[in-house]
Nanobody, 125 residues
């Protein structure tokens, strides 16, 4: 499974950006997808994930109400719509995948097997 994250960009605080995570070599129908981020000098944190069916999602407190995760299995792509961005959202964002038939998506980094290369999001004040 190869994952590619798209949507690198710089925005001002309050702005929006959408990240995409595309898969190659496999269909994502049976994979839960997670978005993680790593800010400078900080550990990587999980911010959102979605079950393979798309029926269940999870958001970290830090992004809940501002970010929306969704998926289009026909396009083997998962999206992260980021609104009301804050300077503290500045980080390298990663998408990750794990084969999962569970109703609820895994939320821990250690549960994911495949990782994209990361894309930088910079939010200026």
């Amino acid at each position: 499974v190869q994952l590619q994250a798209y949507g690198r960009g710089s925005v001002q605080a309050g702005g929006s950006l959408i990240l995409s995570c595309a898969a190659s070599g496999v269909t994502l129908d049976y994979y839960a997808i997670g978005w993680f981020r790593q800010a400078p000098g900080k550990e990587r944190e999980g911010i959102s994930c979605i079950s393979s069916s798309g029926g269940n999602t999870y958001y970290a407190v830090s992004v809940k109400g501002r970010f929306t995760i969704s998926r289009d299995n026909a396009k083997d792509t998962v999206y992260l719509q980021m609104n009301s961005l804050k300077p503290e959202d500045t980080a390298v964002y990663y998408c990750a995948a794990v084969l999962s038939y569970l109703v609820l998506p895994p939320t821990r980094e250690s549960e994911y097997d495949y990782w994209g290369q990361g894309t930088l999001v910079t939010v200026s004040s």
